[in-house]
């Protein structure tokens, strides 16, 4: 079989929407290639399917202990009225389509000398080949007065969507007439950069009807943040920014604003300029890593987050292991770029099993961020790699800051940031 390029494959991918719902027959044998993906997100589940869509001699598991998948992209919105169904997809389909087995269970342990997977419920599985997309870790420790179990119950970070989503809403909605609402990005880099900024300012417009004297203050472990122009802008049209009135206030690392310390039960939180904070809902986002299972068996040799070789996502540090979404040595983590390293990976796994290189990947970033109703962003950069790194070729980004008004231009990329999500969830699990 020659090497199948990136025409070839989106014919395949073509020719898999007409099919409509058919499900693919795989036709292998007792003796075909094991493909392990531990993770039933983003990066897990479009690695599934791509591979399963260009390679049907293959067998495919995905471990996954959720039986629901919650997308973070675009869950902001739930926090103001929309509905969480409308984000959560079932394993059933894709199973049952792209004739995956579906495993609900955890990894506790990785023997790679052996090739096996150790589970939470001591089941033990062999693979060929392994890719890992858990997620990303979280560290609590890193503020005093904070812990798993406080993020869990009261002070929320709402990072990964799904119940503390929904216990974050009624937080919200139980602030009292001019109440205070900290939210707290922590350092670059983490999942979606936009996000912490884009939930402040849904969050500041809802507020605008239900709450009018409540304000929000973004106590932040950086100096900047993507979009920044775009948003402040927006924030002194519309939230009076920079004035007493401000609905939302932004106190940026070099002003001192990161949190150092949390009192869960006078709900104050310490920055690191000295001062302290009283609020009636705190979002503390915790400093992402890459996840525990990666350092727990030595993915990560001691640092944040695993190498690997951005030819095709291959672990520097173990044979036949692939390493894609949060967890990987990307400056930048998101869940488009996750989706795209997963098709880099089905198409590498794909190469392998007939001794063939890899072809060369192209990276893309397809960012898009709302302000309100009224107000939508959007960010594409491209990736090269040359030699095993990554270089950034493109970065398109709009509106300009500096362009003028065009109420057409913000409408019209609010409807494209939420046709996108619609689009990107279908390509995940349909």
């Known amino acids: 079989m020659t090497q199948i390029s990136r025409r070839e494959l989106l014919k395949l991918l073509g020719a898999a929407s007409i099919m409509g719902g058919a499900a693919l027959r795989p036709v292998y044998g007792k003796a075909a290639a094991k493909v392990v993906i531990v993770g039933g997100g983003i990066g897990g589940m479009i690695t599934a399917k791509y591979l399963r869509l260009i390679n049907q001699d293959v067998h495919i598991t995905v471990i996954e202990p959720d039986s629901i998948y919650t997308f973070c992209p675009g869950s902001n919105d739930v926090l103001v009225g929309e509905s969480i169904s409308d984000f959560q997809r079932t394993y059933q389909h894709s199973k049952d389509r792209y004739q995956l087995q579906m495993i609900a269970d955890r990894v506790k342990d990785i023997d790679f000398n052996r090739k096996q997977l150790k589970t939470g419920s001591g089941k033990k599985i062999a693979y060929d080949y392994l ?220 190469a392998r099993l007939h001794n063939q290189a890899p072809g060369q990947p192209l990276y893309v970033n397809d960012c898009l961020a709302k302000a309100g109703k009224d107000f939508g962003m959007t960010l594409t950069e491209t990736y090269r790699e040359r030699e095993g790194k990554l270089q950034l070729a493109q970065s398109i980004q709009r509106p300009l800051s500096s362009e003028p008004e065009n109420t057409f231009m913000r409408h019209f990329l609010v409807a494209a940031a939420d046709n996108w999500q619609r689009s990107f969830r279908r390509d995940v699990f349909d």
Not at 229 to 253: F, L, V
């Open 131 to 350: 890719v890992l997309s858990p997620g990303p870790g979280f560290v609590f420790d890193n503020i005093a007065g904070w812990s798993k179990e406080l993020a869990d119950s009261k002070i929320l970070h709402a990072w990964k969507a799904g119940k503390q989503t929904l216990m974050l809403r009624d937080q919200i909605r139980a602030m009292p007439q001019g109440g205070v609402m900290v939210i707290a990005p922590p350092p670059m880099p983490f999942r979606c950069p936009p996000a912490p900024y884009e939930r402040a300012s849904f969050v500041a417009e809802w507020m605008a009807q239900h709450n009018p004297r409540g304000k929000i203050i973004i106590l932040d472990n950086n100096p900047g943040f993507v979009f920044q122009k775009q948003y402040i802008k927006y924030w002194k049209q519309r939230r009076a920014y920079g004035t007493d009135k401000a609905s939302i206030e932004w106190i940026s690392s070099t002003q001192g604003g990161a949190v150092t310390q949390v009192d869960a039960r006078n709900m104050t939180v310490r920055i690191q300029n000295g001062e302290t904070i009283r609020a009636d809902v705190i979002n503390l986002i915790p400093t992402n890593t890459a996840n525990r299972l990666l350092i727990r068996t030595g993915l990560t040799q001691g640092k944040d987050w695993a190498a690997v070789n951005h030819h095709d996502m291959s672990s520097l540090v173990q044979k036949d292991v692939y390493v894609i979404g949060d967890s990987a040595d990307f400056n930048i983590k998101t869940g488009y770029l996750a989706a795209d390293q997963g098709k880099v990976v089905a198409q590498a796994i794909h």
